[in-house]
C-alpha cells in the first residue's frame, strides 16, 4: 500500500518559479507529474524513469519545466519557471511499478497506481 506526498505549490503571479516535490515510496518505480484544471482532462505534464535516466514532457512545457530525481531516487521534483496563468491547475504526482518510460503508457493517467493528494498552483496575470 504505496503512498505519494506532493507539495510545493502555491499561488504566484505569471513569469514566477515553483518547484512541486513528490516524495516517492521507493526508487524502483516511474514517476509522472499530471495537472488537471476545472473542466479539463487530467493532463500529462511530465515523466521520468527509476533513475533519472529517460525524461519526458508534453509539449506545452516549451522546456519550462524540468523533471528531476534527488540522488537517492526517492524524491522528485518539478522545477517551473516562467508559469503562465494558463498552468492554473491541482498538480498530482504519480508513480508506476516499471523501472522505464514507454510511450504505450507514460502519458495516460489510468496507467499509474499510485497518487499523491496533489498540490494547488494558481498563477494570475
Known amino acids: 500500500q504505496g503512498q505519494l506526498v506532493d507539495y510545493g505549490g502555491g499561488s504566484v503571479q505569471a513569469g514566477a518559479s515553483l518547484k512541486l516535490v513528490c516524495a516517492s515510496f521507493?526508487?524502483?518505480?516511474?514517476v509522472g507529474w499530471f495537472r488537471q484544471a476545472p473542466g479539463k482532462e487530467r493532463e500529462f505534464v511530465a515523466a521520468?524513469?527509476?533513475?533519472?535516466?529517460?525524461?519526458a514532457y508534453a509539449d506545452f512545457v516549451e522546456g519550462r519545466f524540468t523533471i528531476s530525481r534527488d540522488n537517492d531516487a526517492i524524491i522528485v521534483h518539478l522545477q517551473m519557471t516562467g508559469v503562465k496563468p494558463e498552468d492554473t491547475a491541482l498538480y498530482l504526482c504519480?508513480?508506476?511499478?516499471?523501472?522505464?518510460?514507454?510511450?504505450?503508457?507514460?502519458?495516460?493517467?489510468?496507467?499509474?497506481?499510485?497518487w499523491g493528494q496533489g498540490t494547488q498552483v494558481i498563477v494570475s496575470s
Open positions: 504519480a508513480a508506476r511499478s516499471r523501472y522505464n518510460l514507454d510511450t504505450d503508457w507514460y502519458r495516460s493517467p489510468y496507467e499509474y497506481e499510485v
Open positions: 521507493g526508487r524502483h518505480h516511474s
Open positions: 521520468i524513469n527509476w533513475n533519472g535516466e529517460d525524461i
